[in-house]
Nanobody
Framework: QVQLVESGGGLVQTGSSLRLSCGAS????????MAWFRQAPGKEREFVAA????????VYADSVKGRFTITRDNAKNTFYLQMNSLNSEDTAVYYC????????????????WGQGTQVTVSS
């Protein structure tokens, strides 16, 4: 049974940084994509970033390029989202996901999801 467990969310001020973590267990992930999505109140879930588990290739949404960095630690079966220069538009529940065969920004291509962690950025 695949489990993804997020941590690291919280309440921060504009301009601050946060690092989210996602621990993965339950199967071998091969070169699957590991991704972060987010969902703000009243909005659809949107892609943030993704990384290939083995090769480390990455892709980012335009809205976070240059501010967010996705990384992984294969030894710990954990991947991360370093978020810098946070602003109010980054306020959302952040979800980690895996199971996609490509670096896809599409929600339904990911088979497994974490429970979500709240990130709130106050001005």
């Amino acid at each position: 049974q695949v489990q993804l467990v997020e941590s690291g969310g919280g309440l921060v001020q504009t301009g601050s940084s946060l690092r989210l973590s996602c621990g993965a267990s339950g199967r071998s992930f091969g070169n699957d994509a590991m991704a972060w999505f987010r969902q703000a109140p009243g909005k659809e879930r949107e892609f943030v970033a993704a990384i290939r588990w083995i090769t480390g290739s990455t892709v980012y949404a335009d809205s976070v390029k240059g501010r967010f960095t996705i990384t992984r630690d294969n030894a710990k079966n954990t991947f991360y989202l370093q978020m810098n220069s946070l602003n109010s538009e980054d306020t959302a529940v952040y979800y980690c996901a895996t199971g996609a065969r490509t670096l896809s920004p599409v929600v339904y291509e990911y088979d497994y999801w974490g429970q979500g962690t709240q990130v709130t950025v106050s001005s």
